[in-house]
Antibody, heavy 123, light 110 residues
């Protein structure tokens, strides 16, 4: 069974860069049927898509975050990463990594999620 | 305010049928499929309906989804206390060229 596990910085100061890694176990991130995503959830609020990356390295980012976000793959360690620059208190959230899978009709959905990693931005 | 609009709350008594709506536009729900996620307290979301009305293996058939035009709905029949959770709709938006989540609906089982 495939598992996703987030790790990384938990407490940041404003203007710093958030850095998180999602380790994938039980399967390979090089498969073409999946994309690898980051989603966040501010405390007590709803879900916000950050972006995703395909095994080819192609990326799609939320337009509202695009200027600050980088998602990358590390095939050798079977993991993918998120960097978010110039953080503010508004970036305080639980950050989830997730796998997005496509079916035969070409429709996509998030089928596996990590447990989440709380990142707090405070001076 | 989310582009995909959900009621912030819904409620029902055990055994009842509850419906949660998700209203969008021609650029998202109107032209793309909808997925629904259940988030239990303190847990990560879990897909319960994909591609408008498909249930993943293991999801009870009490859960069903539908789509008409630019709106979608999640129905839960035979409501159980364990269904108390937050529910989110999700769809791609062609105009924004990005993925959208609804604002979420908190379901309370009375």
């Amino acid at each position: 069974q495939l598992h996703l596990q987030e790790s990384g910085s938990g407490l940041l100061k404003p203007s710093q860069t958030l850095s998180l890694t999602c380790a994938v176990s039980g399967g390979s991130i090089s498969s073409g049927y999946y994309s690898w995503s980051w989603i966040r959830q501010p405390p007590g609020k709803g879900l916000e898509w950050i972006g995703y990356i395909y095994h080819t390295g192609s990326t799609y980012y939320n337009p509202s975050l695009k200027n600050r976000v980088t998602i990358s793959l590390d095939m050798s360690n079977n993991q993918f990463s998120l960097k978010l620059s110039s953080v503010t208190a508004a970036d305080t959230a639980v950050y989830y990594c997730a796998r997005r899978v496509s079916d035969d009709s070409g429709d996509w959905r998030f089928d596996l999620w990590g447990l989440g990693n709380l990142v707090t931005v405070s001076s | 305010q989310s582009v995909l609009t959900q009621p912030p709350s819904a409620s029902g008594t055990p055994g009842q049928r509850v419906t949660i709506s998700c209203s969008g536009s021609s650029s998202n729900i109107g032209s793309n499929t909808v997925n629904w996620y259940q988030q239990l307290p303190g847990a990560a979301p879990k897909v319960i309906i994909h591609t408008n009305n498909q249930r993943p293996s293991g999801v009870p058939d009490r859960f069903s989804g539908s789509k008409s035009g630019s709106s979608a709905s999640l129905a839960i029949s035979g409501l159980q206390s364990e269904d108390e959770a937050d529910y989110y709709c999700e769809a791609w938006d062609d105009s924004l060229n990005g993925l959208l989540f609804g604002g979420g609906t908190k379901l309370t089982v009375l």
